[in-house]
């Protein structure tokens, strides 16, 4: 069902890697970033995506390359430079897991949602997924960065079951930053959280209670809701009431393209549908870049219920 035909804004962007980089600025942000590295005194291979020293140690672009796509090239080295302090800091700082007690441990542990591709050897650390592509993980919450359990520290401080019980009440604990009541085309609206906190978008595992408590929508069972993550600071749902939920479904489609594209954090660009005991991925990239919805039989009943009732 191709109800989103338009390409998403990324379809526009020359390089496949950094994608809100044209491919002539995203080689200039290499080159740059490659002349920091060597003032530093670190020797690395420059890849599309990230870095690699002559220890092994790799360095990702891709939060760094989002943070200077918003400042003129001029202030580049600058903004890359800032970044790569605070990473060598955190290589060289002790193990946080093996000075903080277990209380502090608690206190800062946080379930936290990744995008699954970019976890490299995911296997190593305890996580489940929680919708196609995307995977709940343990992350301690530190002054300036954050550290994800490995299957060692987990069971160290009490297990997966344990921390993800405490990561989602530390999630619970936080306070709701900007909420927008967005208007879909067409009609209807989908709901959007949006704040500074890398925690914001892993909210979504508080969903459907969240979405009562922010805005007074009651989940019908048999209908479910919509929900899609684009970044680490954004989270998007739509309570399934009406037959607004295809302007919905196109609205959150677009929504979530943009901020997958050009934030910090990127999670998924697709939309998902709660099915009554898991999330069945909506929307699917086309061989053209542009996104298209496939409908299964269980989703199309839902349609046809709520056409039926309107």
Known sequence: MGIFKRKPPEAKINDSDLTFFTGSEANDFRAIAREVFAGMGLEVHVHAGHAVDDSGREFGFWNVAVA????????????????????????????????????????????RLYDEASIPGIESY???????????????????????????????????????????????????????????????????????????ASRALLLPSMAEELTGQRVQEQLGWLMSIPNRHQVLWHIIEDNTVINAVNGMARFTALGYADAAGSVSPHVFWWNGTSYEQLTHLREDGGLAVHVSPAFQSVLESVAADS
């Open 126 to 200: 305890p996580h489940r997924e929680i919708a196609p592509g995307i995977v709940q993980m343990l992350a301690l919450d530190l002054p300036e960065t954050v550290a994800v359990f490995n299957h060692d520290n987990a069971n160290k401080f009490g297990g997966w079951e344990a921390l993800g019980r405490q990561g989602l009440e530390n999630l619970r604990g936080l306070e709701p930053e900007q909420l927008e009541i967005l208007a879909a085309p067409g009609g209807g609206t989908f709901n959007a959280l949006l704040g500074e906190s890398v925690y914001t």
């Open 68 to 111: 200077c796509s918003e400042q003129p090239q001029s202030k580049w080295r600058d903004v890359i430079r800032d970044h790569l302090q605070r990473v060598l800091a955190s290589f060289e700082a002790p193990d946080p897991f093996d000075v903080m007690t277990p209380s502090e441990v608690l206190k800062r542990t946080f379930a």
